[in-house]
């Protein structure tokens, strides 16, 4: 299982992205390259932060969200759309729209397509008050990442619908650091050396996946996100279980190299899915 091209050294990052690195960043220079270049690299993801509006509902949001899907389609817009709700109470926003694009240009040349067509407007008139964008919040509530993944995981994949009535996948989100000394190169190298075998003798059903996600955008508060997918919330609880019980080794391996969050526990739902 390859996961070379996760290592994404200081080079790169300061390069293409002006991304603060950490004390290690030295000790991992490498030769400055595109993120996009990369095996592993498999898209370019956007979160936008959502309040709701005075006329929030579960079922009016649900309305909004086969609006939203129509006018995407309208456009031929060629990427996938999820809502995130915490499962916790979160003091930066109420939930989440995570955006998935091919590229950083196809993000840009989407919300230019997105505002000439006055999607926005549409939407507000259609379901006013449902939500609105917390614009007041760093880089106007919009926040773009890099997306990786390693080229073989060992379970099978967590499977989307946009049905309606689709059941909830859970995402697990965690902001990390790293450690003293340590960079990109070693994170590749704790997840194909300790992480990936846990995962290929954990005997569990339901899909599962996970993606290293690096900001496109200048910050000193964390150097990635790790974030797990699960296909239902009880799968997600059963894995978690699984780890305490057997991954201690895995998870000291983690603690060597980098230092997370807290978990962050939110509900997914398929707002549009591209066929693209």
Request: net charge negative; glycine share 6%; aromatic share 12%.
């Amino acid at each position: 299982m390859q996961v070379k091209s996760l290592i994404l050294s200081a080079g790169i990052l300061t390069a293409t992205m002006g991304f603060a690195m950490t004390a290690g960043a030295d000790h991992h220079a490498e030769t400055a390259m595109d993120p996009e270049s990369l095996e592993t690299y498999v898209g370019y993801v956007e979160y936008v932060w959502l309040n709701q509006g005075e006329n929030y509902s579960p079922e009016g949001f649900s309305d909004f969200a086969g609006t939203w899907a129509a006018e995407l389609s309208a456009m031929n817009e060629s990427k996938s759309s999820f809502s995130y709700t915490p499962k916790d109470q979160n003091e930066n926003y109420d939930l989440l729209m995570r955006n998935h694009y091919s590229s950083k240009a196809a993000r840009m040349n989407a919300w230019q397509e997105y505002e000439s067509a006055g999607v926005a407007d549409k939407l507000q008139a259609a379901h006013p008050e449902m939500v609105f964008r917390v614009k007041d919040a760093p880089g106007g509530g919009l926040f773009g990442f890099y997306q990786f993944q390693p080229l073989e995981l060992p379970k099978s994949a967590v499977i989307v619908s946009a049905n309606p009535d689709q059941v909830p996948h859970m995402a697990v989100a965690s902001f990390c650091t790293f450690n003293e000394d340590m960079g990109f190169a070693d994170l590749s190298t704790v997840i194909e050396a300790a992480y990936l075998p846990w995962l290929a003798g954990l005997e569990q059903d339901g899909g599962y996946d996970f993606t290293i996600e690096i900001p496109d955008f200048e910050t000193d508060r964390y150097n990635f996100l790790w974030l797990n997918r699960h296909q239902t919330a009880e799968t997600a609880a059963a894995g978690q279980a699984a780890f305490r019980e057997t991954g201690a080794d895995v998870a000291a391996a983690f603690d060597r190299v980098f230092t997370c969050t807290q978990q962050a526990f939110s509900d997914g739902r398929v707002l549009h899915l591209s066929e693209s």
